[in-house]
């Protein structure tokens, strides 16, 4: 079992709709990030929080320690938006980043 | 501020042969990952640094990879020999205190 579950494995939602992705890990963890992989590879770290709730733009990211689980919302999505979300986790004292396996999401217009 | 910076970008090889990526982390920043990422998976650590130290190569398959950090900064990863299956883009990501920075990968297609 993977230290970091993330779910959905593919989202496909329509332009405009209000999108959640989650993450939930099994052990204690110093901070997440929430992370976008577009076509190519390139990684992008659109948040990293270790309490609450972090807003940048359309982009919400909440985590709760205690049920060690982070959520990514995506309100008014736009095709644009469509690309890999995944969160990573920083495990243990070792600060050791575990990745999620990935939320493959397409916006279609 | 740079981010971090890899190389190649890409890479075809043949079955046998050896490759070497390198990682130039963000200056200042102590921690060091390489991942092998397959397509359609999350990235997969193969190893972490601590400056100049190994914290941790325990999903390094070692009988083909190694990764040195000689003077806790760059960092090579190679493959000898590389096998169909090592096909996989290979990302070098650095952290300081805080926020970890990733690089663009390197994709390899082994042939």
């Known amino acids: 079992k993977n230290e970091v579950e993330q779910s959905p494995q593919n989202l496909t939602a329509q332009e405009g709709e209000f999108i959640t992705i989650n993450c939930s890990y099994s052990v204690g963890i110093s901070a997440l990030h929430w992370l976008q992989q577009h076509p190519g590879g390139g990684i992008v770290s659109l948040f990293m929080l270790s309490s609450g709730k972090k807003k940048h733009g359309r982009l919400i990211a909440t985590i709760n320690i205690q049920e060690k689980h982070s959520s990514l919302h995506i309100t008014a999505s736009h095709p644009r938006d469509s690309a890999v979300y995944i969160c990573?986790?920083?495990?243990?004292?070792?600060?050791?980043?575990?990745f999620g396996s990935g939320t493959q999401l397409t916006v279609l217009p | 501020e740079a981010g971090v910076a890899q190389s190649p970008r890409y890479k075809i090889i043949e079955k046998r042969q050896s490759v070497a990526f390198w990682c130039n982390p963000i200056s200042g920043h102590a921690t060091l990952y390489w991942y092998q990422q397959i397509l359609g998976q999350g990235p997969k650590l193969l190893i972490q640094?601590?400056?100049?130290?190994?914290?941790?190569d325990s999903q390094l398959p070692k009988d083909r990879f190694s990764a040195e950090r000689l003077k806790g900064v760059d960092s090579t990863l190679k493959i000898q020999p590389a096998k169909l299956e090592d096909s996989a883009v290979y990302l070098c990501a650095s952290r300081g205190d805080g926020e970890a920075f990733f690089g663009q990968g390197t994709r390899l297609t082994v042939v």
């Open positions: 640094f601590q400056n100049n130290g190994v914290v941790d």
């Open positions: 990573a986790a920083l495990l243990g004292s070792a600060r050791q980043l575990t």
